[in-house]
């Protein structure tokens, strides 16, 4: 059975920094592509992050270009989410997810690519 874990969100002032992790099991971890997805309350789903499968190459979502930093440690089964200069619009739930297939070193944003989803962990940015 897979299972993502999350871990490193909590309560910081704008400004600051975070690291996410997510710790991955019961899956052929160095053959899927990783992301992060993320949800605030009363808004959709929003993708932020993917990483390829050998952690060659990155794609972001725009509204988080130049701040955040994917990464993954395939002998610790493990992907990150550096984030910098945290505003008050990245409060959300953020999400780890797994590619459901094999893209090949191809990254997508869309949601229905990737079909392992952790639990999430919070991230609240105050002003």
């Known amino acids: 059975q897979v299972q993502l874990v999350e871990s490193g969100g909590g309560l910081v002032q704008a400004g600051d920094s975070l690291r996410l992790s997510c710790a991955a099991s019961?899956?052929?971890?160095?053959?899927?592509?990783m992301g992060w997805f993320r949800q605030s309350p009363g808004k959709a789903r929003e993708f932020v992050a993917t990483i390829s499968y050998n952690g060659r190459s990155a794609y972001y979502a725009d509204s988080v270009k130049g701040r955040f930093t994917i990464s993954r440690d395939n002998a610790k089964n493990s992907v990150y989410l550096q984030m910098n200069n945290l505003k008050p619009e990245d409060t959300a739930v953020y999400y780890c997810?797994?590619?459901?297939?094999?893209?090949?070193?191809?990254?997508?944003?869309?949601?229905?690519?990737?079909?392992?989803w952790g639990q999430g962990t919070q991230v609240t940015v105050f002003s």
């Open positions: 019961g899956l052929t971890f160095d053959q899927h592509a």
């Open positions: 997810v797994g590619e459901g297939y094999s893209s090949g070193g191809a990254l997508y944003d869309d949601p229905s690519l990737y079909g392992y």
